[in-house]
């Protein structure tokens, strides 16, 4: 079967750090553009960052470039999301996803069940 499943979340300090983790499982990342996306309560669900499987590219929302690393490790079957300087507005549940194709572009199909993220004094 065909899974994701996100882990890492937890409650970290404003500019404190938490490193997100996608692993696949019954499929390989290597063919699929991974995306991560976060939904806070009340609103509606965010892209935050891509990687492709083609050549690498990333791409990251305005929100959170320059504080956010996307990154994969194939022989793991998992992509990252590290969260530097994290905000009391990144707080959300964060999701990943695989793409249709190789690109971060089109849509997703594959979704993990979440992970909680809250940044709080």
């Known amino acids: 079967q065909r899974q994701l499943v996100e882990s890492g979340g937890g409650l970290v300090q404003p500019g404190g750090s938490l490193r997100l983790s996608c692993a696949a499982s019954?499929?390989?990342?290597?063919?699929?553009?991974i995306g991560w996306f976060r939904q806070a309560p009340g609103k509606e669900r965010e892209g935050v960052s891509c990687?492709?499987?083609?050549?690498?590219?990333?791409y990251y929302a305005d929100s959170v470039k320059g504080r956010f690393t996307i990154s994969r490790d194939n022989a793991k079957n998992t992509v990252y999301l590290q969260m530097n300087s994290l905000k009391p507005e990144d707080t959300a549940v964060y999701y990943c996803?695989?793409?249709?194709?190789?690109?971060?572009?089109?849509?997703?199909?594959?979704w993990g069940q979440g992970t909680q993220v809250t940044v709080s004094s």
């Open positions: 019954g499929f390989s990342l290597d063919y699929y553009a």
């Open positions: 996803a695989t793409a249709w194709e190789r690109l971060c572009r089109g849509g997703y199909d594959y």
């Open positions: 990687i492709s499987s083609s050549d690498g590219s990333t």
